[in-house]
């Protein structure tokens, strides 16, 4: 019977194949993520100088990367274009209606809940995420890995928890640079660039500057990492077919972890500011 299916139906087989082999795919990635997250407090305790190292490196990078500093610059740097272009953009469209003396009320609004996020999500996802995939991919190919655990070394809490755990702790830095690069890019953009008052961006920047959207956006930051750092140290750790599997294993992680990022800002701002944006104007 299964021959006489596969002979008359070759499309339909395959498609269901597919479809199973994709559920299988996403099983594997949540007992992946779950052994990860689990392993984290051991990495803490019993892998500290690693992940000493493994902070430094994503922070201030490594080898060609630690001239121009690494995440930090890029980061920095995104974020800080991502803010000017804000404040051009802002000011041109605001000012067609006769009110771009809103433009601080455009910057601080847009810059903290969805520019700011976004940017510094795939800033880490072209450093960090795809470095990790790379490093890992690299010793998974080479039999590092088999290499540590035939020395009874866990291999998921020493090289994947380990590098979740430096995620965690680097982006609270990371990200308090990337908030205030665009802040001072929006402001130096809209009062020097196209000669607005000092005094009337600031007042509209500080009276829509609410203090409960910077401590989400932090939020939305961390959750961003965790997901970037997870899917990026699945692809890496399971790549195989030599240097080119690892290529196409940053390529997929890079693409699994863009997606991410957007779902996230999506999930948490339907979620925290609703459809809405709780957001109200009058006066």
């Known amino acids: 019977m299964a021959l006489v299916t596969a002979g008359r139906f070759p499309k339909v087989r395959r498609r269901v194949r597919r479809a199973s082999g994709a559920v299988d795919s996403l099983g594997e990635q949540a007992i992946f993520y779950i052994r ?3 392993s984290v407090p051991r990495a803490a305790v019993r892998y500290k100088k690693e992940t000493l190292r493994l902070v430094a490196e994503i922070s201030m990078g490594s080898g060609a990367l630690a001239v121009i500093g690494g995440t930090v610059v890029i980061v920095g740097f995104l974020t800080l274009f991502a803010g000017g272009t804000i404040a051009v953009q802002g000011f041109s469209s ?3 209606i006769g009110v771009e003396a809103l ?3 455009f910057a601080a609004f847009i810059n903290v809940r969805i ?4 940017i510094a999500g795939i800033g880490l996802a072209a450093t960090i995420g795809a470095g990790s995939t790379a490093q890992l991919g690299a010793m998974r190919v080479a039999e590092e890995i088999d290499a540590l655990e035939s020395m009874a070394i866990p ?3 020493y090289l994947v928890s380990t590098r979740v755990l430096a995620g965690m702790v680097a982006i609270v830095p990371l990200y308090s640079l990337a908030v205030i690069a665009s802040f001072i890019a929006s402001r130096f953009a809209t009062v020097v660039l196209f000669g607005q ?4 961006y600031d007042h509209y920047f500080d009276t829509f500057l609410i203090p409960t959207d910077i401590l989400w956006s932090f939020a939305q930051a961390i959750v961003m990492a965790l997901a970037v750092m997870l899917i990026h ?4 750790f399971t790549a195989s077919g030599g240097p080119v599997g690892v290529g196409v294993a940053v390529g997929n992680a890079v693409r699994a972890s863009l997606i991410a990022v957007v779902t996230v800002t999506l999930l948490i701002s339907l979620a925290i ?3 809405s944006g709780n957001f109200n104007l009058s006066g």
Request: neutral net charge.
């Open 36 to 38: 990860a997250l689990a």
């Open 155 to 157: 291999s998921i809490p």
């Open 94 to 96: 605001l000012g067609n």
């Open 115 to 118: 520019a700011a996020p976004v």
């Open 103 to 105: 433009t601080g009320f």
């Open 197 to 200: 008052s000092a005094g009337v």
């Open 273 to 275: 500011y609703g459809s």
């Open 233 to 236: 140290t699945y692809y890496g």
